[in-house]
């Protein structure tokens, strides 16, 4: 079965911290597929990152940057220097990538971001 | 740049009463799905459609629920009778191949009295 955990239900930080948001997956799929979305106070789903199984490396997108790490089965991610429009739910979600697979999302339940000013 | 709608944003409606949800996917894209996010909560997986056909669903996603692309533009998601816990967010996302991302519309918000 797959299953996507993200233990941390709310972070709240001051502008400008650094904060880690951890996201735990299971998986049976050799091929795999992980995202992270953010979803802000008006509620859509935006897309911010695909990973997939076979490429571990890290990447860096402007303030944001994620650790993929097989061994761990985690795919955390990290704002840098954060802002208050960072405040949103943010998700993590898996994928597989196998043969039969319809390449529905499983999604982690969410950690909500409070950014302070 | 393309984008997923849906329509209508907001849909009240009486506990047993049908409901139709719209959804247009990006032009180009193959894969279609529905989920739902109950206030609070994590957002569900409910059907995935590709080829003109139903190509996996959840529990969730039992007679009540039918799905249809009458045309090569809409995705539409219906629910005959609903009930209160069907008071969710509704998604809908599409996909251009297997191996990407998927995009999601903005969401209808349904509440059943």
């Known amino acids: 079965a797959q299953k996507v955990t993200q233990a941390q239900t709310e972070i709240s930080v001051v502008e400008k911290e650094d904060v880690t948001l951890d996201c735990v997956y299971e998986?049976?799929?050799?091929?795999?597929?992980l995202f992270w979305y953010k979803q802000p106070p008006s509620g859509e789903l935006v897309f911010l990152i695909r990973?997939?199984?076979?490429?571990?490396q890290n990447e860096i997108s402007g303030r944001y940057s994620w650790n993929f790490q097989k061994s761990t089965s985690s795919f955390n991610f990290t704002i840098t220097a954060s802002q208050v429009v960072d405040s949103a739910v943010y998700f993590c979600?898996?994928?597989?990538?196998?043969?039969?697979?319809?390449?529905?999302?499983?999604f982690g339940q969410g950690t909500t971001l409070q950014v302070k000013p | 740049e393309p984008e997923v709608t849906q329509t209508p944003s907001h849909q009240v409606t009486q506990m047993g009463q049908e409901v139709i949800l719209r959804c247009v996917p990006i032009?180009?894209?193959?894969?279609f799905y529905w989920y739902r996010q109950i206030l609070g909560q994590k957002v569900e997986f409910l059907v995935s459609f590709y080829n003109n056909e139903i190509s996996e669903k959840s529990e969730i996603f039992d007679d009540q629920f039918s799905v249809e692309r009458p045309d090569g533009s809409n995705f539409t998601l219906k629910i005959r009778s609903t009930k209160l816990e069907d008071s969710a967010m509704y998604f809908c996302a599409s996909m251009w191949r297997q191996n990407n991302e998927q995009f999601f519309g903005p969401g209808t918000r349904l509440t059943v009295l």
């Open positions: 032009s180009n894209h193959l894969y």
């Open positions: 979600a898996l994928k597989g990538g196998g043969s039969g697979n319809t390449g529905k999302l499983i």
């Open positions: 998986t049976r799929d050799t091929t795999y597929y």
């Open positions: 990973r997939n199984s076979f490429d571990e």
